[in-house]
């Protein structure tokens, strides 16, 4: 999934894990293909199995200097907060899933579903051929 996120050229300014090892290892893997520092990753305790809500927060509390900002956590606090902020249905987002959201905002304060549109959605599965090699 990183690679297809350095295909499409996005690139992230902040890299924000929940300390949970599979989080940190998928998060310090998308670094290490996006060529983000592993060192400037920034573990949330927070995250660890957070509330839609929470996740919002933490994002909030981000300074404004980041505009590219990438989130690594636990479902089903991801999908929901997900659904919230794009107004998809999007059922469950799975293992290893990206889901690119573009706000319109000047700061992360201002964080909100009405000021947010998805323009990103994959996952691993969606890329598997009939035989299930990826494609």
Request: glycine share 6%; hydrophobic share 35%; with cysteine.
């Amino acid at each position: 999934m990183a690679k297809r996120l350095k295909e499409k050229e996005i690139t992230p300014d902040l890299m924000i894990s929940s300390p949970a090892k599979r989080a940190i290892k998928t998060c310090k893997a998308f670094a290490e293909i996006l060529g983000y520092s592993r060192s400037a990753i920034k573990e949330e305790q927070k995250l660890y199995h957070a509330s839609p809500e929470t996740i919002g927060s933490v994002i909030q509390a981000t300074r404004d200097k980041f505009d590219t900002v990438l989130i690594f956590g636990h479902n089903p606090g991801l999908t929901e907060f997900a659904e919230w902020l794009t107004g998809e249905n999007l059922v469950n987002v799975p293992t290893c899933g990206v889901v690119g959201v573009k706000l319109k905002i000047k700061t992360w304060k201002e964080l909100s579903r009405d000021k947010s549109s998805m323009i990103l959605y994959d996952f691993p599965k969606k890329h598997l051929r009939r035989d299930g090699l990826d494609s």
